[in-house]
């Protein structure tokens, strides 16, 4: 599955951005979408997830309340709506999907657990 994560952006703080995560056709009924990001020097961070089929989703402590992701499944296509962006949230951007009938959830959100990587976006939040 080929996956590209777009939308990025500067953006001042308090401001918003929407990326969009576009990807093949998954061979399997049953898939998890997630968002990670990774800023300068820092790991990359499990953003929050949704699952293909009953729309179950994650988020991080660090965004909840924040963003939204939601899916349109007749497009292959996950977003993620970022409102309240703040400096912290500069980082770049990834989409990655599991293939392997995991549950969309916080165990999940570790690299190993997704099969394939988008390029990422980069998030610029500053003032």
């Known amino acids: 599955v080929q996956l590209q994560a777009s939308g990025g952006g500067s953006v001042q703080p308090g401001g918003s951005l929407r990326l969009s995560c576009e990807f093949s056709?998954?061979?399997?009924?049953?898939?998890?979408i997630g968002w990670f990001r990774q800023a300068p020097g820092k790991e990359r961070e499990g953003v929050s997830c949704?699952?293909?089929?009953?729309?179950?989703?994650y988020y991080s402590d660090s965004v909840k309340g924040r963003f939204t992701v939601s899916r349109d499944n007749n497009e292959n296509t996950v977003y993620l709506q970022m409102n309240s962006l703040k400096p912290d949230d500069t980082a770049v951007y990834f989409c990655?999907?599991?293939?392997?009938?995991?549950?969309?959830?916080?165990?999940?959100?570790?690299?190993?657990?997704?099969?394939?990587w988008g390029r990422g976006t980069l998030v610029t939040v500053s003032s």
């Open positions: 056709k998954v061979p399997v009924a049953y898939y998890v």
């Open positions: 949704i699952s293909s089929n009953d729309g179950t989703t």
């Open positions: 990655a999907v599991h293939l392997m009938g995991g549950r969309c959830g916080q165990p999940a959100m570790t690299r190993p657990f997704f099969n394939s």
